[in-house]
């Protein structure tokens, strides 16, 4: 019994809509945005999705959804993070963020957690490339990067090599905690021929996926 998020969009009448696919026909979802006190330290405003059953029985078949709740956040935000509690309290819950692309001058080098590359694809519709992962931790959220340094391979098509960082100071839960990744790949400063080749990596995992984006 589960959401598959497929878009989240900010809407300009100030709206997070969230869409994709329910799992079965006996499921209804609800989206509601967390309230702060004061702005989130990093700067990703939160919202929980609810999958709520509606009868006992139903078939199990893709139901597409569409549900919206008020947008919190302002310009300066760096993204939206929307959480969704599983049935089984030993179960985590699952994670869906979407972020920007982070332009830099080097790469980073070290971080605290641990991530674990599960996939990526490039989802045309939506101009985002889609990252999903299992990291270390447990005690807080964490904020992760997509880094570029701007730079791209002399190849055909063009290849750019991309660093996933947890940016996250050290957490002491050890849970291995499921996340899905959204970023935006056509933000200003981040333009990228179209077609080419996105090599995805981490600080830490030595082999990179390769995504083929604009196909």
Sequence with gaps: MRAYIK??????????????????????VRLTEHLYVREPDDGIWGYTLEVIPTSVFGADMMVPFAVAAPWTGNQQSNGVRISQPTIDPSEPDYETVQLKVKKVSTYSTSQANVIILKGASFDKSTGQLIIDITYSGGCFPH???????????ESAPPQYNFTLVDISEYDACRALLPAQLRFDISTPGVQLDMPSVINLGTIRQGNQIRVEIGV
């Design 7 to 28: 878009q989240i969009d900010i809407t300009p009448d100030g709206k997070v809509v969230v869409s994709g696919h329910l799992s079965r026909t006996n499921l209804n």
């Design 143 to 153: 904020l992760f990067s997509l880094e570029w340094d701007g730079s791209s391979l």
